[in-house]
């Protein structure tokens, strides 16, 4: 997936979390970089998902050279253990950028007919991270 930014998200007035797009059966990363925001939602089980989060990674790297500030919100309806070490690498650079003085956050929305799976994960990941991590059930 390219780092592109859709223009019409520039001027839009509402919530970031908001403008989150995902067909929740795909894998889906998008970055705005204006909003300094990254989204992945869906399926983290898909046989691509390994290059969406090697370019997740980049964006975030480009991210923290260029801005000050980066929020990641994440809506995983299913997620594996590879996709798990990719989110801890993630948490890791993130973890980094807030050393450095980089006003970084996670948003982990979860599903409430999987809050009990998932609830679980989402305190392991909060553990690990040195800033903000918000959990979410919707």
């Not at 980049?58 to 500030?69: F, G, L, P």
């Not at 690498?89 to 999987?114: C, D, F, M, P």
């Amino acid at each position: 997936m390219n780092a592109q930014m859709t223009t019409s998200y520039d001027s839009y007035e509402t919530s970031p979390l908001q403008l989150v797009k995902s067909d929740l059966k795909y894998f889906n990363v998008q970055y705005l970089r204006t909003l300094n925001l990254i989204t992945a939602t869906g399926w983290s089980i898909t046989d691509d998902a390994w290059i969406k989060y090697y370019q997740l990674l980049a964006d975030i790297e480009s991210q923290m050279i260029h801005s000050d500030e980066l929020t990641v919100y994440f809506k995983l309806e299913l997620f594996n253990t590879s996709s798990a070490r990719y989110i801890l690498k993630i948490i890791n650079r993130l973890n980094k950028g807030h050393a450095n003085g980089k006003k970084v956050k996670i948003y982990w929305s979860t599903q409430v007919e999987n809050e009990a799976e998932t609830m679980d994960a989402s305190l392991e990941l909060s553990g690990l991270c040195d800033f903000p991590f918000e959990i979410y059930a919707c």
